[in-house]
């Protein structure tokens, strides 16, 4: 079980990025799949998660409406588009899959190994 995060980049304040987690060797559709993040000197915070028929989708209050989780079974494939990027929205994003109890807690079964967004002033 593989997990490739990509789309990561450095964006001024105000811009947009989208993060892409492909799977390899399985398929996405079985699992809850989330983002976390990790800033520098802190520790790893919930994102966004998306249930497997991507019929409910679940935010950090920080992000909402500003991110939007999607996924694209037929590609095996999970996004997160982030508009109006802010400076604290720049740590390593990491894509996982699962079946936590709770989408929002970090008890999930596989990681990607994250993409870096940097977002300057």
């Known amino acids: 079980v593989q997990l490739q995060a990509s789309g990561g980049g450095s964006v001024r304040a105000g811009g947009s990025l989208r993060l892409s987690c492909a799977a390899s060797?399985?398929?996405?559709?079985?699992?809850?799949m989330g983002w976390f993040r990790q800033a520098p000197g802190k520790e790893r915070e919930f994102v966004a998660a998306?249930?497997?028929?991507?019929?409910?989708?679940y935010y950090v209050d920080s992000v909402k409406g500003r991110f939007t989780i999607s996924r694209d079974n037929t590609k095996n494939t999970v996004y997160l588009q982030m508009n109006s990027l802010k400076p604290e929205d720049t740590a390593i994003y990491y894509c996982?899959?699962?079946?936590?109890?709770?989408?929002?807690?970090?008890?999930?079964?596989?990681w990607g190994q994250g993409t870096l967004v940097t977002v300057s002033s």
């Open positions: 996982a899959a699962g079946w936590p109890y709770d989408p929002r807690s970090g008890k999930y079964d596989y």
């Open positions: 060797g399985w398929t996405v559709s079985w699992y809850i």
């Open positions: 998306i249930s497997s028929n991507g019929a409910s989708t």
